[in-house]
């Protein structure tokens, strides 16, 4: 995770819209280097969020995320023996809306594939970008505790789903939503969760047309800058 000289502080509408006194959130920085961690822990004090604890692997993460549950963890990819992509696994399947942050400066395709086959909150790369980092921010002060947005995005790939089908005919939007929901329990407000899910059935019904239906959906989604619709939109194209 490279910081130092990457970093600077955030923008002066960020100071405005939230008192850095009063952002009260809380956060997990894991990094293998550990003067890296804690330069990175220093900026994240300075700009007004709590670092509740600093480890050093994957495994700390896990363990530090059980222990305290932050508001965000932030993790290096790259890491020995317990990496990032350990830590996202195991992570979400203990909190499926953990707030987690991957930094790292790999680009390998299959190393993607794999990282958002758990569904990151954000992928920033190496160097940090300051104004995602405000985004990022921000939006999580604004929705913590609360929930909003991301039932926002629920029903926004609710929608663009069922306006699809709808317009190849309203039995194919009924046997997919009866399809989904008979064999995993699921409706269309949670494929943005579970993208691999709306997937499986859209291929089971339409076979390789399915490219066809997922390719409309995507170009209703990919105008949203968002990395939740971002990651479903990875899963379901792929």
Not at 6 to 24: G, W
Not at 88 to 108: C, G, H, P, Y
Not at 112 to 138: G, H, N, Q, S, W
């Amino acid at each position: 995770m490279i910081i130092s000289k990457h970093i600077m502080p955030l923008t002066n509408s960020f100071y405005r819209k939230y008192d850095i006194h009063n952002l009260l959130l809380t956060a997990i920085v894991i990094d293998d280097d550990k003067n890296t961690a804690n330069v990175f822990a220093e900026y994240l004090e300075m700009v007004g969020v709590k670092v509740i604890s600093v480890g050093h692997n994957g495994k700390d993460a896990v363990e530090l995320y059980k222990k305290y549950s932050p508001d965000i963890l932030f993790s290096d990819l790259n890491m020995p023996q317990y990496d990032g992509i350990y830590a996202l696994k195991k992570i979400r399947n203990l909190d499926s809306n953990a707030k987690i942050v991957i930094i790292t400066a790999n680009q390998d395709s299959k190393i993607f594939e794999k990282l958002y086959r758990f569904k990151p909150t954000e992928v920033f790369a190496k160097p940090l970008d300051i104004k995602k980092m405000t985004a990022l921010l921000e939006r999580i002060t604004q929705t913590k505790d609360t929930g909003i947005v991301d039932n926002e995005k629920k029903a926004l790939v609710s929608f663009v789903i069922t306006e699809t089908l709808l317009k190849i005919g309203p039995s194919t939007n009924n046997e997919v939503g009866n399809r989904l929901y008979a064999k995993y329990n699921c409706y269309f407000s949670d494929c943005l969760e579970h993208p691999e899910y709306l997937k499986d059935i859209l291929q089971e019904i339409f076979g390789n047309g399915s490219t066809a239906v997922i390719k409309t959906i995507r170009e209703e989604l990919v105008k949203f800058e968002d990395q939740y619709i971002r990651n479903f939109l990875f899963v379901i194209s792929k």
